[in-house]
Nanobody, 128 residues
Framework: QLQLVESGGGLVQPGGSLRLSCAAS????????IGWFRQAPGKEREGVSC????????QYADSVKGRFTISRDNAKNTVYLQMNSLKAEDTAVYYC?????????????????????WGKGTLVTVSS
């Protein structure tokens, strides 16, 4: 079965850190750009950060620049999102998605339209 599985979400205090993981099973991530997207209650899904197949290109939403870092380990078939200095407004369900033949800029700007694979999401709650 071809799927992406996110993990690493949870409850954290403002200013804290979490690392999300996106693991693929049934296929290799080598051929795909990977994006992290999030959706908060009552809000549209937005692109948080995206990374190219090789990791050479990355894209970040303005709201997370300087705080979040995306990386990938193709040998482990996994992509990571390190989230530091978390704020209450980062609270959302975080999803990873995979797509071929797309730039990271287009991937993140598109809000997740046209992705080949999606995970089921992991909840991040930032609260004191």
């Amino acid at each position: 079965q071809l799927q992406l599985v996110e993990s690493g979400g949870g409850l954290v205090q403002p200013g804290g850190s979490l690392r999300l993981s996106c693991a693929a099973s049934g296929f290799t991530l080598d051929y795909y750009a990977i994006g992290w997207f999030r959706q908060a209650p009552g809000k549209e899904r937005e692109g948080v950060s995206c990374i190219s197949r090789t990791g050479g290109s990355t894209q970040y939403a303005d709201s997370v620049k300087g705080r979040f870092t995306i990386s990938r380990d193709n040998a482990k078939n996994t992509v990571y999102l390190q989230m530091n200095s978390l704020k209450a407004e980062d609270t959302a369900v975080y999803y990873c998605a995979a797509a071929e033949g797309i730039t990271v800029r287009a991937m993140c700007a598109g809000g997740g339209n046209g992705m080949s694979y999606w995970g089921k999401g992991t909840l991040v709650t930032v609260s004191s």
